[in-house]
């Protein structure tokens, strides 16, 4: 079981990026997706998650309106498009799986956790 993510780099304030996370050894559609990060200096914060099977969303505050998820279930894979990005969206981005839709900052509250991807947002 393997979840990968790809995609982060360093942008400019109001920049995009794409997060790729790409599963194996399990059905994504069997699971609620998320995406969790963690800024330098700072604890875990909860993103965004998806039930790739109905495509229902839901969103932190702090990216809501800005950030989309979804999920491609015939490439097991799901994403995370971020706009308008900010310096406070500097973080490691982890791609986790979960039977139930969670809100869970901690790896603790996930199945499958992945090693991450870093977004910097600077000039």
């Known amino acids: 079981v393997q979840l990968v993510e790809s995609g982060g780099d360093l942008v400019q304030p109001g920049g995009s990026l794409r997060l790729s996370c790409a599963a194996s050894?399990?059905?994504?559609?069997?699971?609620?997706m998320s995406w969790v990060r963690q800024a330098p200096g700072k604890g875990p914060e909860w993103v965004s998650n998806?039930?790739?099977?109905?495509?229902?969303?839901d969103y932190a505050d702090s990216v809501k309106g800005r950030f989309t998820i979804s999920g491609d279930t015939a490439k097991n894979t799901v994403y995370l498009q971020m706009n308008s990005l900010k310096p406070e969206d500097t973080a490691l981005y982890y791609c986790?799986?979960?039977?139930?839709?969670?809100?869970?900052?901690?790896?603790?509250?996930?199945?499958?956790w992945g090693q991450g991807t870093r977004v910097t947002v600077s000039t």
């Open positions: 998806i039930n790739p099977a109905d495509g229902s969303t």
């Open positions: 986790a799986s979960s039977h139930y839709r969670s809100y869970s900052e901690y790896r603790a509250g996930y199945q499958y």
């Open positions: 050894g399990f059905v994504i559609s069997n699971y609620y």
